[in-house]
């Protein structure tokens, strides 16, 4: 029976000898490797945290101690010793465990995450919240150095610092320089001058000289510049210090023995506390240490070679295809500028990076700042072009809304992973940008049926004179030919695919392909479906669509976004507008609820937006049963 094996809950941990926890990581390690492989998911992240995790349950009492992981990428080894192992071979499936930390899912999870940046500031929350219960049991939140370029981390630090809150951050350092003063002297140090009785003394010292009469102050503040230059020579805490955090690191983070003594060392404070420990990124698996970025989010692999199992298709995705078209647009234009916000890579832009260095930004986790620092190039004659996931632009509302829509800059916003996407769930799903873009004045926002269209679209984007919003889904395209010499399409103007008589489905996105299903399968039941491509959510082609209402006398609006304020909402506000709600109308989208994580083709089957939903519809409107105003009417 292995180690792994007589772990049911964390507190069995703490039942192990310390020699015997490197042995428990290994096996935790292969656990994951085995696991992630079959289902895929954030690998490297979680490998490098494996000590680290160990070292927290092994040193705190959790869950009645809080753990808030950033993000919840590197939470696998967590999730392991926190009771899941049984389910673990589920993870990211649908029904199966989550691949974020989710409150719901067990009590060790302090909180529930999934977008980066957020630890400190729910780790103040939680602080102050068990002070006012009189809980003096720890909050212990560990953050990545990539999520400390979010600006959410740096509001924490300031309140934490200030506050002087009972507060542990753990500085998960895995790949940004924050400093290479990483070795024996700085993590003997970082232990020895974490000790209770140095602190204590320290502090004692500090009151002593405080309270010299005439020149206790300054010789205090003497002796704090003295020791604040040490530590700032060996160590690299000084920003954290001038922000009243306690710092110590950096220290190796896949030591054991140093980090439970550090830890039982910190655990004692009662201030803010900043403990910076080194990792690296896929630790135990070469592969993933080899190439850390592709093992970030990966599909499901062989363990041996750490090749993925999927064969390339010939089909591109749309990734792929909108990074490829910028490239081609900035060739011909100079003013294109393109952005992303620490996602080069998932965004497509990585090509673009290395052919156009100068016109190429990675803001970092940072999406404020990437749509503020657009609209300022835009300010000034260039275009900028601001690629980022539909769920994180969701972070940049009031910049959209302030800094690029009241005076109408000319900033593209290419939203990818629009949609459903897949197997991480309700913190990613892009199913909201629609609702949160619609209502902004001097928006506008397009989602194409393939990727022809959205080459067309990128172009429409480039050509026009303000505020525009390209959205598309996360996979493999459609498959269709692109045009070697795109051209704008006029804004606000759909398309009528097909003509129908008994009803009329308006789509827009990726369900278009779903709506064309449905009108096959409709019309070997009798039933004559048109088929709208949108292809505006805002604005609407309000003759085409005001057409085919008045010929069919029923409409089904389909899209993949949620339903309160979404593009259904928009064809239903014109139709009243314009006095036509006497039709039968049915939305299909996402109803008033979060969806779950889960393969895509399941969720829009779970979730109804499929060509079965429509067909369902159109059956349920009677698009077979027209009445006699109707048959007048045509």
Known sequence: MNLLD????????????????????????????????????????????VELTIAMHYVFNIPEDTLIWDVGHQAYAHKIITGRNNKFDSLRTFKGISGFAKMSESSCDGFTVGHSGTSISAGLGISWAKHFQKDNSKVISVIGDGSMTAGLAFEGLNQTGDSGRDLIVILNDNDMSISHNVGALSSFLSR?????????????????????????????????????SFKTF???????????????????????????????NIKDHHEPVLLHVRTVKGKGYEP???????????????VDTGNGNKSRSLIPSYTEVFGKTLINFAKQDKNIIAITAAMPEGTGLTQFGRVFPERFFDVGIAEQHAVTFAAALASKGLKPVVAIYSTFLQRAYDQILHDVCIEAHHVV???????????????????????????????TIMAPKDENELVKMLKTALDHDGPIALRYPRGKAVGVEIEEQPVSIEIGT?????????????AVGRVVAEAVKAKKE??????????????????????????????????????????????????????????????????IGIMDKFVEHGAAEILRKEYHIDSSAIVKAAIELGADKKTDDEMKNR
């Open 494 to 506: 759909g398309e009528l695919i097909s003509q129908g008589d008994d009803i009329c489905i308006i």
């Open 192 to 228: 020895t001058l974490s000790a209770k009785y140095l602190q204590n003394m320290k502090k004692e010292f500090g009151s002593f000289l405080k309270s010299l009469p005439g020149i206790g102050d300054d010789i205090y503040k003497f002796a704090k510049r003295s020791e604040d």
């Open 288 to 302: 993933a240490e080899k190439n850390p970025v592709y093992f970030h989010g990966v599909g499901s692999f062989d």
């Open 6 to 49: 007589k772990i049911r809950t964390n507190k069995d941990i703490k039942e192990l000898d310390k020699k015997d926890l490197p042995v428990l990581a290994q096996e935790i390690r292969d656990r994951i490797i085995s696991v992630v492989s079959k289902t895929g998911g954030h690998i490297a992240s979680s490998l490098g945290v």
């Open 522 to 587: 409709l019309e070997e039941s009798g039933i004559s479906a048109a088929v709208v491509n949108a292809r505006f959510i805002k604005p609407l082609d309000k003759n085409l669509i005001l057409e085919m209402t008045e010929r069919t006398g029923a409409v089904i609006t389909v899209e993949d976004n949620v339903l309160d304020g979404g593009f259904g909402s928009s064809v239903l506000e014109m139709l009243a507008d314009n006095g036509k709600l006497n039709c039968r109308i049915k939305r």
């Open 234 to 264: 060996v160590t690299p805490g000084m920003f954290f210090e001038s922000l009243n955090f306690d710092y110590f690191g950096p220290i190796n983070g896949h030591r054991l023995d140093h980090l439970i003594d550090i830890m039982e």
């Open 413 to 443: 916003f290419a939203i990818d992973r629009g949609g459903i996407v897949g197997e991480d769930g309700p913190t990613h799903h892009g199913l909201f940008d629609y609702s949160y873009l619609r209502n902004i004045p001097n928006m």
